[in-house]
């Protein structure tokens, strides 16, 4: 393996991370504040399709991009609403959202657009362009850094870098700001935040919000970014393993970016070598692309270490009387 | 006291709860631009109106009786077993490779042997993520959901390098012998001299599914071992306290749970393909998680909400031949159920629980 397939397969694992570590962060959010989401991949899942229909209508990225915050938003509305609001249990809640999303899009595309469930190919301007960063191409010869540069770290869309930024933003946010402490402190201990007269449903219902635009955005870079348009049940289990993920991460944003980095690199190295040829043996391309789930259940499991939830998580809060 | 009588709590609230998610998918129809009464006359014409859709719809039904029951053995014990899909398409390779082993003579001898293969496989595709429970803690939801992932890679390799007939471009297995068919319910009709559901895929295993409502519910109500189920299920540091092995339950509890979707390849595979072809399950193994909250996780309730939601399925397929809904309107319906009846429990519970309070003070006072 030479330097430029290298810096080809990381170039390729970072975009396949952005959608993982966007969604991570989005359950960091939720499950912070005590609220179980398993309905990641469905409202990433919505979001990639109103998203790239949108996209396609209007001609824009932009716009696309609010449908798609829009519609991940709405589902994580349902999601609060049965969760937080009505006690009910959170896991049914997201299962029902998974369905819903899978479903609802599908019955939506046929419908509107009658692809059998795709939206029509977004070309040009309807996609999220490539970001060339300044002095790319003129640094490029510089040995080693240069192709880093060039390739690795320039030439993404705005989405990738935004997912970036959000790691450094929710640590600030998390450890730093008023908000952030009663946020773990509500997924900690409930009581305690409501003792001192902070309401626990705004928290939670603005905890369910964030984690719905970061899916928002997720959805939208799977479906105008990552590739041109949605195609019926493309988020591919990635809400899940963007759970494990953040189990791995210990619900801790920078710790984050390494486990999705290390998701979007196995994909990536998947995609590249669909046979893996090992010498002795050749691992079948099955194996590969069901890699990424078998280590999700492997770090699940606790090999990599144990993982300690936020205490009050799955729990709904019933204020004292 | 409890707040409300048991009828309501066990008929009403689904109930109702049925009908919201029946309102909301109407609304779904009047959105896409059709008509809600015509969609449901298509159903109702499609899978209720002959013996040819009833045959259909109770070939459905069963396979939902087996998902259905699996979700509902696992709730018992508090575990929320999504890994039906994938257990029983590990059953229905277990089905394959028995089916194939052998000449078989006769259907009553490959049927329980081709059981047991079903189970065998469903119910090791279940072992994984009861054991990581068990002993790491790892979640079971989301472990069932990756083995589902999987279980579909693993089959697709099974299919295409090892059970796909040489010559054979399609990823399926060769046809099974002729000594593996099961009596289908058509046949078994005309035996007795009735011309019912001709062509139908409905057969023997329909009243195999039946008969696991029974045993199920003998086994949850009625063993020692059902007893320590629903104990672990309602408080585990009190069922450990009672000297119940938490290991021991989790581990049996997803073996049975894993055993009956295992089970469900009788249906589809033997009963139906007779070959194991890819995507054999067709999201059953999903279904059963409404059909099991649906009904209460009881037995009686699974058969009656399976054969609800194998009405919905048949109706869908006769919605999208006859009508522009697509099928996925079904996908819908059952996220909708699963929402209303599971999710917002409390949405529709909380407001009947305070009219039959103000009720029993008004018949008190």
Known sequence: ?321 | MDKMPKWADVILTPLISLVLAMAISALVILAIGESPTEALKTMVDGALGSSYGWGFTLYYTTNFIFTGLAVAVAYHASLFNIGGEGQAMLGGLGVALVALALPWPHWGIALPAAMIGAALFGALWALIPAWLQAKRGSHIVITTIMFNFIAAALLNYVLVNILRPVGSMDPASARFPEGAHLPSLADMAAGLGIEWGKNTPVNITFFIAMLACVLVWLLIWRTRLGYEIRAFGRSEPAARYAGINPVRIIVITMLISGALAGLMAINNVMGEAERLVLNAVEGAGFIGIAVALMGRNHPFGVFLAALLFGFLYQGGGELALWTSIPRELIVVIQALVILFTGALDNMVRMPLERIFLSMRKLGNG
């Not at chain 1, 949108?54 to 990225?61: D, K, L, R």
């Not at chain 1, 990536?268 to 893996?276: D, F, G, H, T, V």
């Open chain 1, 1 to 321: 393996m030479d330097f430029p397939t290298i810096i080809q397969i990381l170039d390729s694992a970072v975009r396949l991370m952005t959608p993982l570590l966007l969604a991570c962060l989005a359950g960091l959010y939720s499950e912070r504040s005590g609220v179980f989401d398993i309905g990641l991949e469905g409202k990433m899942l919505m979001a990639a399709f109103t998203s790239a229909s949108i996209a396609f209508v209007t001609g824009s990225p932009w716009l696309g991009l609010l449908a798609g915050i829009g519609g991940a938003m709405l589902l994580s509305l349902i999601h609060g609403l049965a969760s937080i609001t009505f006690r009910g249990n959170q896991l049914i809640s997201g299962v029902a959202i998974n369905f819903l999303a899978s479903g609802m899009t599908v019955l939506l595309g046929i419908k509107i657009f009658g692809l059998g469930g795709r939206t029509p190919a977004l070309t040009g301007g309807g996609r999220f362009g490539e970001i060339t960063l300044p002095f790319a191409e003129t640094l490029r010869d510089v040995p080693l850094l240069g192709p880093i540069y060039a390739d690795l770290i320039s030439g993404h869309t705005i989405l990738v870098y935004v997912a970036f930024l959000c790691v450094p933003l929710t640590w600030w946010v998390l450890f730093r700001t008023r908000f952030g402490l009663r946020l773990r402190a509500v997924g900690e201990n409930p009581a305690s935040v409501d003792t001192a007269g902070v309401s626990v449903t705004r928290l939670r219902f603005v905890a369910v919000i964030i984690a719905g635009v970061l899916c928002g955005l997720a959805g939208a870079y799977l479906a105008t970014g990552l590739s041109a348009g949605f195609v019926k049940e493309m988020t591919a289990g990635r809400g899940f393993i963007a759970l494990a993920a953040l189990i791995f991460a210990k619900w801790r944003p920078v710790s984050a970016l390494g486990a999705t980095f290390l998701f979007g690199l196995l994909e990536a190295i998947a995609n590249r070598y669909p046979n893996l040829d090992l010498g002795v043996i050749t691992i079948p391309s099955m194996f590969m692309n069901a890699l990424p789930y078998i280590l999700t259940v492997i770090i699940l499991a606790g090999f990599v270490g144990r993982a300690i939830p936020p205490r009050a998580g799955g729990e709904p809060y019933v204020k004292e009387r």
